[in-house]
């Protein structure tokens, strides 16, 4: 019986990961081990040079009982800097729902109108312009000075991040909805609300989801830098704190779950814009 596409590609995706195992396994142990991957810092002081020298890079088999043990227990919570992975991945979950959430409710309209009026986008490209290239971090001394919070000053960096996906591909979006369509409302009377949200709406629906998957990956992209900056926590913050701890283990470990995460958050929308696309 012949497989079909997707069961063989999962089978090539199983192959990969088995080799991908076997080659980190083999390099680890042509290197001499894992022996300083969760080196304590006192420990690695006293070795000075020679911990620097030393393979930090600890086995696969390593990592995967220091993700087990992250999954059996999440939510702990043992101090400010000793929680579960659960609690400092709900933390930047958060904070990347907020931003995101503030910034569809500006980027949506705006770019609706944009799309509508070419008036409006004559008038707002060169801001947009001039806006859309700069990192999202640039903002990050800016929004601390100004907001005196590290918690929120990481939302206006995710709503930063987030809006000009959105906002360019709702204008794209709506602007490329086909006349024939608009003109068939023009001549049923349809008023300019109705045609937006029955006629518009739903045609530029997918390219607006587009837009909102890649504000997502963005956005969870920038959290993680963003936690480092300001610590606390969240994710970011629990990188750094393992990097400052030299347990590499641990790093790798939440390498794992942000990319997971981020994962869940794209094909989640993924699904959504599914929903929203019909064939002509």
Request: proline share 5%.
């Amino acid at each position: 019986m012949k497989m079909s596409l997707r069961s063989r590609a999962a089978v090539l995706s199983v192959a990969l990961f088995l080799a991908f195992i076997a080659v980190w396994e083999l390099s680890i142990r042509s290197g001499g081990g894992g022996e300083v991957a969760n080196m304590s810092p006192e420990y690695a002081a006293l070795m000075g040079p020679t911990a620097k020298g030393a393979s930090a890079m600890p086995g696969p088999l390593t990592v995967g009982k220091e993700i087990w043990s992250h999954i059996s227990n999440p939510f702990y919570d043992a101090g400010p800097n000793d929680k579960g992975i659960g609690i400092q991945l709900g933390y930047s979950i958060a904070r990347v729902f907020v931003g995101f959430f503030l910034a569809l409710l500006t980027a949506v309209p705006l770019g609706f109108l944009i799309g509508m009026s070419p008036l409006f986008y004559k008038a707002l490209d060169p801001f947009i312009q001039i806006m859309k290239p700069v990192s999202p971090l640039a903002w990050m001394p800016l929004a601390l000075y100004t907001i005196k919070d590290s918690t929120i000053s990481s939302v206006f960096v995710i709503y930063i991040c987030s809006v000009w996906p959105m906002l360019i591909n709702t204008a794209f979006g709506v602007a490329g909805v086909r006349k024939e369509w608009l003109n068939v409302a023009k001549t049923l009377e349809v008023g300019n609300l109705r045609t937006a949200l029955r006629v518009v709406l739903p045609a530029a629906a997918p390219t607006i989801m587009t837009g909102m998957r890649i504000s997502i990956s963005i956005a969870w992209l920038v959290i993680v830098a963003a936690e480092m900056l300001v610590g606390g926590t969240g994710i970011g913050y629990f990188v750094w704190n393992e990097w400052n701890n030299l347990s590499i283990t641990n790093i790798i470990a939440a390498i794992f779950f942000i990319g997971m995460v981020g994962m869940i958050l794209d094909q989640g929308l993924a699904q959504l814009t599914k929903l929203v696309t019909y064939e002509e």
